[in-house]
Every structure is written in C-alpha cells, then in structure tokens.
C-alpha cells in the first residue's frame, strides 16, 4: 500500500506539470485490464497483487518526462523519498526513525551479502517486531529501510530515476549516434535489483525455517 500511495503521489504531480502520456500499473505480471482515465493518463490492472509501478513512455505524444523543466522534474522524482521518509519518521517518531535509517544501508547490504548469516536475524528480528509492536512500527521501519535503499546509486531505483536524466546525453537522430550506456547501465542496475531480492528471499526463506 505505501508503493502504491508513492507512486499515485508521483503521478498525480508529474500529470499536473503537463507530463504525459503516463500509466500507473496497479501490481505486477500479466495485464488484467487497462483504461484511460484521462487523456494521456491510462491506469492499468495487473495480475500479481504487489506493489505499484509508474510508467512515462518516451516517443510519443505530449510531454516526455525527460523534457520537463529540470527542477521540477527533479523534485517530482524526488517525492517518493522524501514521502516514505514521512511515512517512517510519522510511524516510528523521528528519534528511531533516524536510527533505523543509519543502520539501513549496513544492514541492506549486509543481508544480500550474507542471507543466511546476516540477513535471516534480520528477518527474525522484524518478525518479532511484528509481534511485540504491532504492524505500524513494522510498516515504518520497512519505509526507513526502502528509502535507503533507493539512495544507493543504483539508475532503476527512486534517486537513480532522478538523476539519471540529468546525465543523460540527448539522443542522436540515428541509433548509431545515440549513445547505449544508459540502457546498458538501466539493464546493469535492473540485474542488480533483481540478485538483491533474490538474496533477501534467501533470507526470509532461511529465516522461517528457523
């Protein structure tokens, strides 16, 4: 739910400044149902009920993203972080909210790097949370570790997104003179996002185990 409110905030500021065509895909996996809402606003329904992804087609008509005033643009990609940094400091108060975020990006990395060893205490530590705090201490502590995860440099991420326009060469009249790093650092980040997750389900896998 806190993906999906994340990203419907987004939407919702990038149409206003005149980007579109956009399309917020409810979920992920296969298509279930798609509408446009509103000229050059289409919601789309997919069929694995997790999470929430907000696309902006280049290449067609409207107002491509990256062409956006760079300010604005800037600061619209930036609201994710700076809403799940109130979502975490609302629930948890900000003195264990800065705690949690100093500790995040160890802990990250440390429980890809180590799923069994570091990053299943982990898991049991949060499971146990659950059960002593409730679900909204939990909910805040996974938006403080979220947010942290999306400061590492990785271009799929929610800084990365942000950025990544900034450095990015304009594209040349032919694909010959348009430059392939970017897709191939998208592709990179994209490959490491997914070996992160992958890890971190080795680790809840190893964690209910016991």
């Known amino acids: 739910m806190i993906l999906i409110g994340v ?7 990038l149409f206003r400044l005149g980007a579109h065509p956009l399309e917020f895909v409810l979920f992920f996996g296969p298509e279930l149902w798609r509408r446009e809402v509103r000229p050059g606003f289409t919601l789309s329904l997919r069929a694995i ?24 643009a800037l600061l619209i990609a ?8 109130l979502a975490g ?32 205490p982990l898991v049991r530590g949060a499971l146990g949370e659950l059960q ?6 939990l909910v805040g502590v996974w938006c403080t570790k979220f947010l942290a995860f999306n400061l ?14 900034l450095i990015t060469p304009e594209p040349g009249p032919t ?12 592709c990179l980040g994209g490959l490491l996002t997914v070996a992160f ?13 016991g």
């Open 132 to 137: 002593r705090g409730g679900l909204a201490p």
């Open 152 to 165: 590492l440099p990785l271009p799929n991420g929610y800084l990365g997104q942000a950025l990544l326009p």
């Open 89 to 120: 400091a609302l629930l948890l108060g900000p003195s264990r909210f800065l705690d949690s975020f100093l500790g995040a990006l160890p802990q990250l990395v440390g429980g890809a790097l180590a799923p069994v060893e570091v990053g299943a």
């Open 175 to 186: 694909p010959e003179e348009t430059p392939a790093w970017p897709a191939q650092l998208n």
């Open 49 to 72: 009920p997790t999470g929430a992804l907000l696309r902006a087609p280049e290449g067609m008509p409207g107002v491509p993203w990256s062409e956006l005033p760079r300010g604005p």
């Open 7 to 13: 990203n419907a905030i987004q939407a919702v500021a």
């Open 197 to 209: 997750g992958l890890a971190w389900l080795a680790a809840l896998g190893a964690a209910l185990r």
């Open 78 to 85: 930036l609201l994710p972080l700076l809403t799940l940094a």
